[in-house]
């Protein structure tokens, strides 16, 4: 088998370190390999990229592990070093004999015939985009967070609140959450909060009829104040990505015409996919990439249904 690239280099990636080895050879030769360490501060990256560059790689390929294949990534492909991020379960070594070094030797070897297949990974325009988006994600799980341990403090207190309304966090419901926190805890002076219509209205009362303790009233008070610092720190992110959107309008605008996308999620699937649709072969390429196509298994004429590998990188 003849190899595809005659200047290569693997890289096994490590939270402070990179174990590096470079295979140098024609195409049809033995390489020769070259193996070297390297700290991850940028500096050392650099040093080590433009060391590459003198040995005429222009071609590296690491796993992706965590964060940490970033930094390199963001280093070296500016120096005109073609860097892709294998996924690690394609790659894996074979069991025994394991060393960093064996690793990147590995990987390098894969890289040199072609054998790795590349992730995808957006220009850095959407790469920004993503973590802004993914940071609201957070954000949004935090919210939820708090909402459920409001909901489990109402509980405790006997507020039936969510058996009469359809969200506790709606406009009625955030008007009590307001009272209790600040002390109230009347059945009477809860009810007539709320102003929308409720098809079960004599329910209402008995719901908020509570037994409620001023410690209750503190810790709504404590997790309000946390639900409206995360919801501020939402509005302000999706500021920020509205902005970063601003030219891609027209899109968000399509995305949003698709039932069951809103603005904020067709924003998110142009921080995750970017707007060019040649790094897909396919419509299907995409949805198993997207994690939302099932994937073969097959053994003994049985079929197992599957979700398709996904290649997203954090």
């Known amino acids: ?122 220009d850095g325009e959407f790469q920004r985009m993503r973590l802004l988006s993914r940071h609201r994600t957070n954000l949004t799980n935090d919210l939820s967070r708090v909402k459920n341990r409001i909901q489990k403090v109402l509980e405790d207190g006997n507020i039936k609140l969510g058996s009469v309304v359809s969200d506790v966090f709606g406009v009625s419901g955030l008007k009590i959450l307001e009272l209790i926190a600040d002390g109230v805890t009347r059945a009477d002076t809860l009810t007539a909060a709320v102003t929308t219509k409720i098809k079960r209205m004599e329910d209402v009362k008995k719901a908020l009829t509570n037994c409620l303790t001023t410690e209750h009233c503190f810790v709504i008070a404590e997790l309000m104040t946390q639900y409206r610092d995360i919801r501020a720190r939402i509005e302000k992110v999706e500021q920020e990505l509205y902005k970063k959107v601003e030219k891609y309008a027209h899109l968000v605008k399509e ?28 419509e299907r390429a995409f949805a198993a990439w997207a994690g939302v196509a099932p994937g073969n298994n097959e053994s003994a004429g049985k079929k197992k249904d599957l979700t398709a590998d996904t290649v997203i990188q954090d």
């Open 255 to 282: 995305l949003d015409a698709i039932p069951g996308i809103d603005q904020i999620l067709a924003i998110g699937i142009i921080a995750e996919a970017s707007t060019d649709m040649n790094s897909f072969r396919d």
């Open 1 to 122: 088998m003849q190899a595809l690239k005659t200047h290569v280099a693997g890289v096994d990636v490590h939270k402070e370190i990179l174990a590096i080895t470079v295979l140098v050879g024609a195409a049809d030769e033995e390489p020769v390999a070259h193996h070297f360490e390297c700290s991850t501060f940028t500096e050392d990256l650099m040093a080590m990229g433009l060391k590459l560059k003198e040995m005429g790689v222009t071609d590296a390929a690491m796993e992706s592990t965590g964060v940490y294949w970033k930094p390199v990534f963001n280093v070296w492909n500016p120096l005109g070093i073609k860097v892709i991020v294998g996924n690690a379960t394609h790659i894996k070594n074979v069991p025994g004999r394991k060393t960093d070094l064996n690793d990147s030797q590995w990987i390098a070897e894969l890289h040199r015939f072609g054998l790795i297949r590349p992730s995808f990974i957006p």
